[in-house]
């Protein structure tokens, strides 16, 4: 093992990016001074040189098969020299120099089903995570809610036909591996059962007291279950954030009859003209309901298309929400406001309304 | 007796200066009573060694009173003999504090013979506040107050002295009438008001429209702030008056608008009503040509506090908007609901502004089978911690009530 | 003592107020069309009926003499039947039907040392406490320090040419019966030193568990010393609230070497415009300096005057401070930004500046 | 060998529509490969039973290497016995996300040879995700990539994979080098990121402005945003152009201008830009016209995270204003203060910024020796609490710390 280690290179960090760039963007580089979007899901950037950099953006489901890639790269090598790019919400980027390759492009990349668009005033990719695809604490699926989502959403993808950028995220359990929690709309999956105990073993699988700790509002306490060393859930006070089962595979949260989805509305990330914000929750539950989820793809788009026909120009969700009140948002969307939708953690005394700013 | 006046140098700089100087006042009195004499030589002392000294007040009282006196004993009682005891009491001020010359100045020759004739006018919580006097002297004193008709205020654990703006009596924007409502809160709840039986203080606090001028959204258990439901007034002829006088329409009034919701071309001034929040600012720079609906009520907002000991509250909404008319009932009944389950379930010096951030809001409205709206929150949860009430069992399709 | 209670009446609540309105009032109640400053401190409102009533409202020290009440009284006998009130800011108001009644008013008031003004865009008189006076909780005492300020600030009395109003307040202890927290420039008086414990009597005085209780940081624990049965406090834990002293005199927190006065500044309680607002820490610590607290004074007019000659024409404190920023308005103030400045309570996290809009 | 991929008809439902279909993906692969074919059997099922079938990953791993592979076991292990193993290795991507099909074809070869021919471009921290493989094939996968030249990324509690936004390689917005700094930071902790050490992970992303495409704000521990401290750069013809070709200034740019620091009088548009908060709105709407000043460098905001467990958090300004110039020591000298601390007194699965919220801001600075400034906070305290560090003790008159 210590020679294996040694005849071995260790720590050698990624490949330097700058043999992967186009030649054009080496040339460029720093040097770029405005760009144009000249048709949905194409952009041109234009440089001091007067050089011009065609970008065109393709949706992409994110979880590809090599053989998917391979016809990536067959496109590239076509079209831009074989250079390509992945954006930060998971779309492939072609970079061209050649306007007159663009539209050839476009046509190929619908023909292995690759939509073009989610540039400016669109609906872009949705973040996302694994789901029941890999992972072990998944309350819903990931790929396939965004799949349905975008199916239904994709006019709003290839069109740029909104009052501003519209950002979903998804993420499949409170650990919000998809940071679900500054989006313009959040879909995120949730437990409502507190965790069944694997009492037989989980003495063997954990230390106990970790298991106590591990709880944000410590419900758990050791007991003895059975004869097993075990630990005891206080009911009332679990809110179902799945910390223990992270902790401990022997605390089972996932549960069929009662996960599901909850959408929360109005984060942002960018600075522009608003301060971040986080999404607040506009929908406390929806079922799980596979193949479709067609109550979630619903929710979603009339939420959608609610901000889309009621928001000034630039308005992100949330800041649109903010000009005219949650209270008006929760009728228009003709949500029924629940107990559920009250703060009530660490500062719950800070979300209540302070002031008699009030529209009726 | 001027002799009586002890040497206060250092409070002598406070008589010089513009502003009414209360040493002035002290010394007025102390022409009189040797106990503002004492004040004055107690406070000289304070004034050099920068510390106060008056010991924590012990229970004092009226017959039949819980509250309303607020027992006070000099730590230097052998120097200064005539303030070894220095009581307040509290008396609870006519709603609006509207006086006659002729009922100040019988409360004066009460306090010029049973006191030390300083007083405060008034407390900040709105009460008469009648500055030193001894334990002997309370008595007394409340056998003459009851045969001019003015009754003790709150102190303890009790009901505090409601208070309001002076509303329709004196402005043209009171949404409601602050004056009766206050009246007649503090004659329902006389018992409450007299004999401390809460967690802790209870404040109500009663404003006629959103400029507050009460200050209740930041210092009363409950708000009660006069507002409207439907379009602001305008006398479009009187908007163009104000901007041929001179006043930049969309500067001074268009931007300022919080909600964003108007529009100034020149020559109407357009409001779009449903987004207005009813911050009363338009109206205030222009109280000739704008003036609040014609569907006026309140907004009931509830505990306010200062910091002591979860760090300081403002009310929060409790019901977005409720018509204010006699008999008051949908008020007191809330009011009752609220103080039942308070001081049921509140902690010992525990105000309910705080009691409810303990237990929840959510869960305190249904204490009080009261349901959410969503008036109540600036904006719902941002964390994922929801205590979803109910769910499923494997045996059974049926939706159950988890026991809790 | 039972009869005595028989043949005594109770609860007979205060006088109604009506007895107290002037005619003028109660033919108008309810009825007032708008009202304009005719000048500084006199104000008229004009009734439906086309009645006017005059106010002119002259500033009190609050702390009054019989002897000034009764001098009060003769003034409204003189001109105004009899009619005056007092404001929820401590000014006595005289209520005249008479306009030609108003200068020989104001001229009497002058005389007597109560300037007229405290209407419209003006400093109004300071909301104070008891201080030295009566409360055996003060940190400072309330009536000077008020008289100092007042003094110092006198033309913003009795002129309005400041942008909005400017409200000033001052609470000698923690326990802010001023309710200060919520005002445009707040004086507050402090302890910095924790209790000083008298050990021998504490026990007779009172409940040990009550005294470990009262403290928000858990910095007090029962504790035997000199073989008394008594209460330590870990210094580093003790914020100085002195909720200790109030439920317990034992703990003394009065300490003439280290009270003192802290400055806030940015409160506003209105729903004008901006939702109400607490106010902000803006000086940590100034001496108490008897009897005319010249850096107090010195301090709360640069306050003034740096928001009078900066801010937009209605902009409370506060609400130029949010537009410019804290950074610039330490910068401006020339105030050094200190640890003390940081929230450490409780939602200390949330006042921390979670995105980049800055200025340089 | 298309007889290995299963009945999966409540997929096939995945495969209709207009959105790339995953489905579509998995069964590609699983032509190839039966661990993809057993992927899409046990996912059938999933969708069947609404329920996952993973269980816990035990700790697998790559010789010499801490982390960067997430273990994954099947629980229907004897049904689909080709993803009894299905781990994922997680391969730091290339700065900005750009490749060559040459090399993207190479990781595909490795990919096919030894593993389910399936992955994520890319993983939500910016890794290039291999989804699925066995633990005998771990170590192969390495020796191959090993010789491409990629190496593994970042898992368990150690410095993530640090990822940016493209920057100047395409942006005309960039402040600041976003993809040299992620590149030499990755480098320059490559122990760091391969050997968990830490209390909790920790992970960097750079954004080139306030725009913030890689969402660094809302998801990294230490966020690094471009900015620049000089006026904005206007082209007033070019403003001029946008208005002519109807863009409705005042509405569209002014009247959104969060710092209302813009005025435009149909000419000529003025930005007080001592006021400008740099929002980038204004920028985003008129790239022709406006571009961001000439002194550039960068905000470092530290802490965002996601609700586990006390709540999710968005990073704080920590430094203002950075100069990002190689050497990058200023960054580098910060980042060992702040782990030096953090790993010194952080628990167990305390996030950088939770753990800056439990000491107080005010003592991390002290322990980072580092002096507070006002752009840290969003505003001064509102609470009167404050710990005052020093008081003068009776004996002296020297003010003195207290031993604390
Ligand atoms: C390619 C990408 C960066 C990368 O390295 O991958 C990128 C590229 C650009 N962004 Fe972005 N942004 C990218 C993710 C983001 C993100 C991060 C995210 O979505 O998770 C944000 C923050 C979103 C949020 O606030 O929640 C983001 C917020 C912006 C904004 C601010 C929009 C706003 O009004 O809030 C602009 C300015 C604008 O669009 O006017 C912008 C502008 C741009 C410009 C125009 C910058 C430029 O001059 O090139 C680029 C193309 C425009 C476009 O995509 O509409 N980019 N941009 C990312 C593309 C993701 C995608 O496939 O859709
Ligand atoms: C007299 C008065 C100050 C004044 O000069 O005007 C006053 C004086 C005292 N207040 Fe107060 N409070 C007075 C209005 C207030 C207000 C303002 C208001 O009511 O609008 C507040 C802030 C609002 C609120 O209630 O939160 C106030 C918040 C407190 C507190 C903190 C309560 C809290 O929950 O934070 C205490 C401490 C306590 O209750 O133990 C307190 C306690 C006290 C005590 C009884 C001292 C003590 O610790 O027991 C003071 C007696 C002083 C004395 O010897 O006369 N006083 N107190 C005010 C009552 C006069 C009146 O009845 O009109
Ligand atoms: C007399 C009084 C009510 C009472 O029952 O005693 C009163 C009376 C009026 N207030 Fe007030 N306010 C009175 C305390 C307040 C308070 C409470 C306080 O200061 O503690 C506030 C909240 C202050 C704050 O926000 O911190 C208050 C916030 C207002 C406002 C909102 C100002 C703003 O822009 O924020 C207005 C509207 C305006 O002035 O344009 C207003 C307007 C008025 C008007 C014009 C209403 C009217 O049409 O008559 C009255 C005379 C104007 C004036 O005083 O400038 N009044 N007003 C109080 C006089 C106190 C004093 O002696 O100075
Ligand atoms: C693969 C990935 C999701 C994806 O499909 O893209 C992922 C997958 C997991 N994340 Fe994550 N996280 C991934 C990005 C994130 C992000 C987003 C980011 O990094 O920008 C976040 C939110 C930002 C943050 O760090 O707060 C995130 C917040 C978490 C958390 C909550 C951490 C917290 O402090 O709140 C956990 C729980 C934990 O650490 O135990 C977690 C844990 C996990 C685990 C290891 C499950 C677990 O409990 O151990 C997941 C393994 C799933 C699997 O079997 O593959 N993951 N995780 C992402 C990493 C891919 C990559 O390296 O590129
Ligand atoms: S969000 Fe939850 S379920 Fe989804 S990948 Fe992350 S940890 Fe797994
Ligand atoms: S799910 Fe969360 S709240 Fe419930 S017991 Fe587990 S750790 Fe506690
Ligand atoms: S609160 Fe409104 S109604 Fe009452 S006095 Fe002030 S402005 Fe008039
Ligand atoms: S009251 Fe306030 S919110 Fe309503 S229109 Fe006037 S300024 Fe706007
Ligand atoms: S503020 Fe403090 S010191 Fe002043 S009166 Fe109130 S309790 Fe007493
Ligand atoms: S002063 Fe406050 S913090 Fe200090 S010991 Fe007393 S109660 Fe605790
Ligand atoms: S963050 Fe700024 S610099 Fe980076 S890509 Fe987005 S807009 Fe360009
Ligand atoms: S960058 Fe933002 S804040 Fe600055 S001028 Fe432009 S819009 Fe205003």
Redesign the interface.
């Known amino acids: ?1 210590a020679d ?2 040694q005849n ?10 700058e ?3 186009p030649p054009i ?1 080496k040339e460029n ?2 040097k ?5 979007m000249l048709k949905p899901g194409v952009m041109v ?1 234009v440089s001091e040189t007067d050089a011009k ?1 065609y ?1 065109v953006r393709a ?12 016809m ?3 496109l ?2 076509k079209y831009c020299g ?7 919400r ?1 779309n ?1 980027e072609f ?1 061209l120099t050649k306007k007159e390759n663009i539209d050839p492009l476009i046509k190929d990349l619908d023909a292995i ?3 073009v668009g989610g540039i400016g005033n669109a609906i872009s990719s949705i ?3 694994q ?6 604490s ?1 309350a819903t ?1 990931a ?2 809610i ?3 989502v ?2 239904d959403l ?1 006019e709003y ?1 290839k069109e740029t036909k909104l009052p501003g950028k519209l950002r979903i995220a998804l ?1 499949c359990c ?6 679900v ?2 989006s313009d709309i959040a879909i ?1 999956g ?1 437990h ?2 507190p965790p069944k105990i694997d009492h037989a073993n989980l003495k063997k699988m954990c230390e106990i007291p970790n298991v106590s700790a ?1 709880c ?2 410590a419900a758990i306490r050791p007991a003895t279950v059975g004869g097993n060393p075990s630990v005891e859930v206080i ?2 006070k ?4 799945a ?1 223990c089962f ?2 401990c ?1 022997a605390m089972k949260l ?6 599901g989805v ?1 959408i929360w509305v ?1 984060g942002k ?8 914000m ?5 929908i ?2 929806l079922p ?1 309901n ?3 989820w067609p109550e979630v793809t619903e929710a979603v788009r009339s939420l959608v298309e609610l901000w889309a026909k009621n928001a000034r ?2 308005e992100r969700m949330g800041e649109w929400i903010e ?8 009728r228009m969307a003709g949500i029924e ?24 | 007796m001027a002799d009586n006046i002890p040497k206060t140098p250092k409070l002598d700089e406070l008589e010089k200066g513009a502003w009414p100087s209360f040493v002035k006042e002290i010394k007025m009195a102390a022409k009189r009573s040797p106990m503002a004499g004492d004040l004055l030589g107690q406070l000289e002392q304070s004034y050099t060694e920068k510390i106060g000294y008056w010991k924590h007040g012990g229970i004092v009282g009226v017959m039949g009173y819980g509250g309303g006196v607020i027992g006070r004993y000099s730590a230097l009682a052998d120097k200064f003999p005539n303030v070894s005891h220095f009581h307040t009491m509290r008396v609870n001020q006519p709603a609006g504090w509207y006086y006659t010359s002729d009922a100040l100045r019988k409360i004066c020759n009460i306090w010029e013979k049973h006191g030390s004739g300083l007083t405060n006018m008034h407390g900040s919580t709105g009460d008469i506040i009648l500055l030193g006097t001894r334990t002997e002297e309370l008595e007394p004193v409340f056998n003459e107050l009851q045969k001019i008709n003015f009754d003790i205020g709150g102190s303890g654990s009790d009901l505090r002295t409601p208070s309001c703006c002076l509303g329709m009596s004196r402005c043209e924007w009171a949404c409601y009438d602050t004056m009766k409502l206050t009246h007649e809160l503090t004659m329902h709840y006389q018992d409450e008001l007299h004999r401390p039986a809460f967690p802790y203080k209870f404040k109500i606090k009663c404003s006629g429209c ?1 400029n ?1 001028c009460v200050a209740s ?1 930041a210092r009363a258990d409950m708000s009660i ?1 006069g ?1 409207w ?2 379009d602001i007034q305008v006398d479009k002829d009187a908007v163009r008056e104000y901007a041929a006088r001179g006043m930049d329409i969309q500067k001074d009034v268009v931007n300022n608008c ?3 919701c108007m529009e100034w071309d020149g020559k109407v001034l357009n409001i779009a009503n ?6 009363m600012h338009c109206i205030n720079v222009m109280p000739k040509a704008l003036r609040p609906g014609k569907d006026r009520g309140a ?1 009931i ?1 509830i505990g306010s506090k200062a910091p002591i000991i979860e760090g300081a ?5 409790f019901k ?2 409720v018509k204010i008319e006699a008999p008051y009932d949908e008020i007191t009944d809330l009011v009752d609901k609220i103080w039942d389950v308070w001081c049921e379930e509140g902690k010992n010096r525990e105000r309910v ?1 705080e009691f409810i ?1 303990r237990v ?4 305190f ?2 204490a009080i089978e009261m349901d ?23 045996d059974d399709g049926e939706e159950e009530e ?1 026991e ?1």
């Open positions: 093992m294996a280690m071995r290179r260790t720590d050698y960090g990624p490949p330097h990016y043999q992967f760039l963007i580089y720093g770029w001074k405005y760009h144009e950037h950099l970008t949706a992409s489901g994110r979880l590809l098969s090599i053989d998917k890639i391979r990536y790269c067959d590239a090598d074989g250079y390509l790019r992945f954006t930060s998971h492939v970079l089903g690759h939509p973040v996302h995570t789901g029941w695809v890999h992972c072990h998944a699926d790929s396939g965004v799949k349905c975008m199916d994709i993808f993420a409170l650990n919000m591996c998809g940071a929690h500054c995120l949730i409502r059962r591990s944000p509002t009911e009332e679990c809110m179902f954030c910390n992270t902790v595979p996932n549960d069929p009859l009662n996960d909850s109005g990330v960018s600075n522009a003209r608003h301060e971040p986080f999404s607040k929750l506009a406390p539950f799980n596979p193949p479709r120009k630039y000009r005219i009140g949650w209270p008006k948002f929760f406001f629940q107990k559920e939708h009250i703060d009530d953690f660490k500062h719950a005394g800070l979300t209540f309304k302070r002031s008699t700013h009030l529209t009726f | 959103p507050d959204i702030i507002t439901r439907d919080p909600a964003k449903e987004y207005c929040v009813r911050c907004t907002l509250l403002l009310s929060s909404v977005p908007f502004g951030q929840g809001l959510g869960n409205l249904d959410p709206v969503p008036e109540m929150v600036s904006h719902p949860r941002e964390n994922p911690y929801v205590f979803y009430e109910e769910y499923y069992e494997e988890e809790s």
